[in-house]
């Protein structure tokens, strides 16, 4: 929750929505960037269509793809990311469609882990601990331009995708069986075995 509230304190209240997101639905990255307005369901039940995910290459453009191991699939999230969700899809759907990108980069295109990086790394003011120091690094301090923060988090975005893991199976007591369906693991042995 402080690492939610950290971000929206910093004016990345869509980042918080998507992290909280990840959370829950366990979504790995290029999932979560791939996600368009249509694919998320309220009603009867709360559901993420996973029917792509983005593949980002060191040099090129991203590009959308299946998701892992070629399935295609549905999660789910809880009651209280209902709101959110609907505020984002509404503005997406009335500025992109209903296949706009419900997360975008600031440019409307696909999201880099990358450019996501900075974003993530201010997860500092939640007190997470840090691996490397954040800091400001390159540009003019004059102008204000062309710097960037720098640093590495304990925990990557990745590892909220381990927490909805543990909220399925545990908190929800979901079968292990059902939640290697909802992560998109090829075998419910290796969901088992992790969790």
Known sequence: ATLFEAMEARGRRRWAIAMRLTHRAGLRWGELVALQAHDIEFEPARIVHVRRAVEQPT???????????????????????????????????????PEGLLFPSASGRIMRRSNFQPVWIRADAAGWPMTAPLQRTGGSRETNKGWRWTGAAKWSPHDLRHVAACWMLFDLGLDPAVVADKLGHADPNFTIRRY
């Open 59 to 97: 040099r090129g453009p991203a590009r959308l793809k299946a998701p892992k191991n070629g399935k295609v699939r549905t999660t789910i999230f809880p009651k209280s990311l209902t709101d959110d969700l609907h505020d984002i899809i509404d503005d997406t759907t009335s500025r992109d469609g």
